[in-house]
Nanobody
Framework: QVQLVESGGGLVQAGGSLRLSCAAS????????MGWFRQAPRKEREFVAH????????YYADSVKGRFTISRDNAKNTVYLQMNRLEPEDTAVYYC????????????????WGQGTQVSVSS
């Protein structure tokens, strides 16, 4: 069982930056693939990025590639999402997720979810 708590959301102007954090409970954090998803109003939840258990491999949605960076610190049971050059289209609730097994871009494949943190980008 893993419990996930996101933090770091807020309101920022276009072109600005935010760093999201996701603190995980449980002693087996390092065995999980970790990911970030987002959901804008009236839209489906969509994949943003994921990172393998070792941190050696990462994968990004095309819409955030080159602007967002996912990382993890297994000693702190924490995964991060550094978001740079934010755009109004990035406005959404951002969710942290954990998965046992192979990484997937489908929300249905993920096992554990945080409660979400709001990111709002003004133009």
């Amino acid at each position: 069982q893993v419990q996930l708590v996101e933090s770091g959301g807020g309101l920022v102007q276009a072109g600005g930056s935010l760093r999201l954090s996701c603190a995980a409970s449980g002693r087996t954090f390092s065995s999980y693939v970790m990911g970030w998803f987002r959901q804008a109003p009236r839209k489906e939840r969509e994949f943003v990025a994921h990172i393998t258990w070792s941190g050696a491999r990462t994968y990004y949605a095309d819409s955030v590639k080159g602007r967002f960076t996912i990382s993890r610190d297994n000693a702190k049971n924490t995964v991060y999402l550094q978001m740079n050059r934010l755009e109004p289209e990035d406005t959404a609730v951002y969710y942290c997720a954990a998965e046992v097994g192979s990484a997937s871009t489908s929300p249905a494949s993920w096992d554990y979810w945080g409660q979400g943190t709001q990111v709002s980008v003004s133009s």
